[in-house]
């Protein structure tokens, strides 16, 4: 079988629900020899994409969310133990958040075990959180970097009153800012004031290092 083969069978286990079978294919992906973060971004990533694409179309429930993330999780115990810990001194520090109103984090999970895989410090503030906490957190833990991300449409505009918030409160300019999630784009990372967009986990975090280093 080849890899995009095993890839596209991974996002189709997410995107039917079917942990068990998603835990094997995750297996053969890495018996295989195939990039476990390619496997999450290419094939995990993508399904809960598309499930999560129908859930703000309302054309699927929360209950078909949750087993999609739990499909993810259970192929997410094989695949992640392979990535190499980076030998990085960097400890940079990065606070997470999903934003107000969004309680989707699977996105965020994932680029947290990636961030901490590359050497860096993180601050996960979790998911529905307020630009009052976001503001209070980068006054307490000093990060140099805020990574923002939402799933629906209706709740990745509340990004903007982070930006805000954050330079009112004198903040803005010493905090590098990126954002991701499903509906966003670089037209909309722009049009907030984001300092970086990205696609997904994978190069959000490479782009992180490239700027930490």
Request: no cysteine.
């Amino acid at each position: 079988m080849t890899k995009e083969e095993l890839i596209g069978n991974l996002t189709n286990a997410v995107v039917t629900y079917k942990r068990d079978e998603a835990a094997k294919i995750a297996q053969q992906i890495l018996d295989e020899g195939v990039d476990p973060l390619e496997a999450i971004n290419e094939g995990l990533l993508k399904g809960v994409t598309l499930v999560g694409d129908l859930y703000s179309k309302h054309q699927a429930y929360l209950p078909q969310l949750l087993a999609a993330g739990a499909t993810m999780y259970s192929a997410l115990d094989v695949l992640l133990p392979a990535i190499p810990q980076s030998a990085s001194n960097n400890k940079k520090t990065v606070t997470l958040a999903v934003v107000e109103g969004d309680v989707h984090d699977i996105g965020k999970n994932i680029y947290k075990t990636l961030l901490i895989a590359a050497g860096f410090n993180v601050v996960d503030l979790g998911k529905d959180v307020s630009a009052e906490t976001i503001s209070e957190a980068i006054e307490s833990n000093h990060s140099e970097y805020l990574s923002l991300s939402a799933l629906m449409t209706s709740t990745m505009f509340l990004m903007k009153d982070s930006f805000d918030l954050l330079t009112e409160n004198g903040y803005r300019e010493n905090i590098t800012i990126t954002v991701g999630g499903s509906p966003t784009s670089p037209e909309f990372a722009k049009s907030i004031g984001a300092d970086h967009w990205d696609k997904n986990a994978q190069n959000a975090v490479q782009w992180i290092k490239s700027g930490a280093e």
